[in-house]
């Protein structure tokens, strides 16, 4: 067992010394980041930015940058961008790497959630609250704060709306639900019909805490899972319970597709792709599937639409409230020597970003986005314009959770589909795993 052990430390000292060796590789391929000190004279500002869109397999997020980056620039005499490109699973190791001994660039790429922890509470990242602009879609930056102030500033963003087969439904008479009720009225048409309603890969438990956070959101209000998570409330509130039993009562009126909790999201989406079931729920990074991906025919393309979750009668829900959340996201070093400067390159890409990426990438934006002058499919129009409007975003429930608590959802969520636990024990569990923190 020790000799075991020796081997692995070994192995692990071999490979952080590639990383620092890839690094170094990276650096002299793509420009890579000079030490500011080193590179500095006189009135002479150098910000080392590290990214994790090479131009080999993110060529139009390399271009953007790179077009944001010349931009700043030439708006700001005597500062310097140096930049350090590197894939995404190298950038998070190589982040790891600098973060042990508090290295980090003086900008660079970070996550929500659980991500930020350690970096945060080493003191790493500088706090940004500052700069926060009004333009972030309500709920995005929540994301990135920890006790109340914001140690990130989020690029993208992803909503999750319920696409549906325009064809089908009209085949069988069926109108696009705005209540729960009216779901459940199309759910049954559907399973008359001998149609699938809605496909779900609940192998992959996150896709089923969707449906579960929707109800919760709609029963409760948009902040009882947030609430509940943070133990403002308990998990065994009244509506979160309610939320519970809605999803049996789904099941039972067999509203998802046989075998749901074996099937994998991938498989579940093919069900959808084959036009085998009406309805699918799943994050705007698919809308590339419905409006661009030329794999898929171009009838099936123009027969897919979307629709908000629906709103359930007497509760405190609100139909623009959404459950989602932003993807990457900007940093600034705590330790920067040129942290003002570096404050406000991110302020600057943010807003660019914004206005670029859309267009550019296809990437739905954290910040609200003017649509009038976009050439874009009418999905992504319609999606961004509703974005707008949003009251709320809430991240998702796993995300928001740590490691421990966040697989006991997720195994509640396939025991509560599985009908396996009652919605007052699926409630318990929870409570007492969040309280166990």
Same mark, same amino acid.
């Given at each position: 067992? !020790?000799?075991?052990?020796?081997?692995?430390?070994?192995?692990?000292?071999?490979?952080?010394?590639? !990383?620092?060796?890839?690094?170094?590789?990276?650096?002299?391929?793509?420009?890579?980041?000079?030490?500011? =000190?080193?590179?500095?004279?006189?009135?002479?500002?150098?910000?080392?930015?590290?990214?994790?869109?090479?131009?080999?397999?993110?060529k139009q997020h390399n271009m953007i940058v790179q077009t944001i980056v010349d931009e700043f620039e030439a708006e700001n005499a005597g500062v310097t961008v140096e930049m350090e490109i590197l894939g995404n699973e190298q950038y998070k190791e190589k982040l790891s790497v600098l973060g042990s001994s508090n290295d980090l660039p003086d900008v660079g790429m970070t996550w929500g959630g659980g991500f930020l922890d350690p970096y945060v509470s080493g003191n790493m990242?500088?706090?940004?609250?500052?700069?926060?602009?009004?333009?972030?879609?309500?709920?995005?930056?929540?994301?990135?704060?920890?006790?109340?102030?914001?140690?990130?500033?989020?690029?993208?963003? =992803?909503?999750?709306?319920?696409?549906?087969?325009?064809?089908?439904?009209?085949?069988?008479?069926?109108?696009?639900?705005?209540? !729960?009720?009216?779901?459940?009225?199309?759910?049954?048409?559907?399973?008359?019909?001998?149609?699938?309603?809605?496909?779900?890969? $609940?192998?992959?438990?996150? &896709?089923?805490?969707?449906?579960?956070?929707?109800?919760?959101?709609?029963?409760?209000?948009?902040?009882?899972?947030?609430?509940?998570?943070?133990?403002?409330?308990?998990?065994?509130?009244?509506?979160?319970?309610?939320?519970?039993?809605?999803?049996? $009562?789904?099941?039972?009126?067999?509203?998802?597709?046989?075998?749901?909790?074996?099937?994998?999201?991938?498989?579940?989406?093919?069900?959808?792709? $084959?036009?085998?079931?009406?309805?699918?729920?799943?994050?705007?990074?698919?809308?590339?599937?419905?409006?661009?991906?030329?794999?898929?025919?171009?009838?099936?393309?123009?027969?897919?639409?979307?629709?908000?979750?629906?709103?359930?009668?007497?509760?405190?829900?609100?139909?623009?409230?959404?459950?989602?959340?932003?993807?990457?996201?900007?940093?600034?070093?705590?330790?920067?020597?040129?942290?003002?400067?570096?404050?406000? %390159?991110?302020?600057? %890409?943010?807003?660019?970003?914004?206005?670029?990426?859309?267009?550019?990438?296809?990437?739905?934006?954290?910040?609200?986005?003017?649509?009038?002058?976009?050439?874009?499919?009418?999905?992504?129009?319609?999606?961004?314009?509703?974005?707008?409007?949003?009251?709320? !975003?809430?991240?998702?429930?796993?995300?928001?959770?740590?490691?421990?608590?966040?697989?006991?959802?997720?195994?509640?969520?396939?025991?509560?589909?599985?009908?396996?636990? &009652?919605?007052?024990?699926?409630? /318990? =569990?929870? /409570?007492?795993?969040?309280?166990?923190?």
């Open positions: 067992m !020790l000799k075991k052990k020796f081997l692995m430390l070994v192995a692990l000292l071999f490979t952080v010394l590639a !990383l620092v060796a890839c690094g170094g590789d990276d650096e002299a391929s793509d420009g890579g980041a000079t030490d500011s =000190n080193d590179a500095s004279s006189g009135d002479e500002v150098v910000i080392d930015f590290m990214h994790l869109w090479p131009e080999g397999s993110s990242f500088a706090d940004l609250t500052d700069i926060i602009s009004d333009s972030f879609v309500p709920g995005t930056t929540e994301a990135y704060a920890v006790d109340g102030a914001t140690y990130g500033l989020p690029l993208e963003l =992803n909503i999750t709306p319920v696409y549906y087969n325009k064809a089908i439904f009209e085949e069988h008479g069926v109108d696009v639900p705005t209540t !729960l009720e009216e779901m459940k009225t199309a759910i049954s048409t559907l399973s008359d019909a001998g149609v699938t309603p809605i496909t779900l890969g $609940n192998r992959d438990a996150w &896709t089923g805490s969707m449906w579960y956070m929707y109800l919760a959101d709609r029963i409760g209000g948009p902040t009882v899972i947030t609430d509940a998570i943070n133990g403002d409330i308990s998990f065994t509130d009244e509506a979160l319970v309610q939320a519970a039993e809605e999803i049996q $009562n789904l099941v039972d009126m067999d509203a998802f597709i046989n075998g749901t909790n074996g099937l994998g999201n991938d498989e579940a989406k093919g069900y959808f792709i $084959n036009e085998q079931a009406a309805m699918y729920l799943m994050a705007t990074w698919d809308l590339p599937e419905w409006t661009t991906n030329e794999d898929n025919p171009q009838a099936f393309r123009d027969s897919i639409g979307y629709f908000k979750f629906p709103t359930v009668e007497g509760g405190a829900g609100d139909i623009n409230s959404y459950v989602g959340g932003p993807g990457v996201g900007l940093f600034v070093a705590e330790n920067s020597d040129v942290k003002d400067e570096a404050k406000a %390159f991110v302020e600057y %890409f943010v807003e660019r970003w914004g206005e670029m990426s859309v267009q550019n990438a296809g990437v739905i934006p954290a910040t609200a986005v003017d649509t009038a002058e976009l050439d874009l499919p009418q999905m992504y129009i319609d999606i961004l314009n509703d974005l707008n409007e949003a009251s709320n !975003l809430t991240l998702y429930a796993d995300v928001q959770m740590s490691a421990a608590a966040a697989d006991v959802h997720l195994n509640m969520i396939q025991a509560l589909f599985m009908g396996e636990v &009652t919605p007052e024990e699926f409630a /318990e =569990n929870h /409570e007492e795993a969040l309280r166990a923190e």
